[in-house]
């Protein structure tokens, strides 16, 4: 079975040790690194070997917290799932991370089985979002001007975007469209330049802006 390997970085003791005895009882997930703030995380980056498919970042820690930590991945250019770990989330905030790149959210007194639940569909598919984070996209959309791509997208880019939004992995976008996996993430990287998308969460989210998808609320449960 393929395990899940997880970062946790979270300044609260108590929390990061409730949160990995909790994650650590599920076959697939594996809590392989952990650290206390923005900096550390960084410093593991640098580490030889330093390997982790999901970051559980909290936003409020001392040195360097979650929103200045994204915004260092984001100038080295590290290509990592982060879900975001917060008490307290509003629509502006919300936004903001959706633009610097973040695949999914998680409140801090979240019940435990949706916890699972978003770290297997961040994994997985490399993002999640709930249906308030849904509708929240959507009324952005019909208030806000969207950002404009530099190139036009070809109608294949189209397609693997659609497939992308309907939580298709690379393998099974491949089978679909019968080209090889390594042919869709040419795609995926020219997806994310032309768009300007940090990742795959961001390509679902220009693809809702743009009326690429039509958004089923209950889709992403």
Known sequence: MIKHKITIVDDERLFKAGIKLLLEQEDDIQVTHEASNGQELLDLLETPNFETDLILLDLSMPVLDGIDTLTELNK????????????????????KLLDEGVSGFLAKNENPEVVIHTI????????YINDDILK????????????????????????????????????????????????????????????????IAGVVIYAIEHNMYEVNITKFR
């Open 136 to 199: 929240l996209i959507r009324n952005r959309r019909l208030i806000a001007k969207t950002k404009e791509s530099n190139e036009t997208l070809t109608s294949r880019e189209a397609e693997v975007i659609t497939l992308m939004c309907n939580e298709l992995t690379t393998k099974e976008i491949a089978q679909q469209l019968y080209i090889s996996p390594r042919t869709v993430e040419g795609h995926r990287n020219r997806i994310l330049e032309k768009t300007g998308c940090k990742n």
């Open 76 to 95: 080295n250019e590290h290509d990592l799932k982060i879900i975001v770990l917060s008490s307290h989330y509003n629509d502006s905030l919300i936004l």
């Open 120 to 127: 297997r569909k961040v994994a997985e598919n490399g993002f």
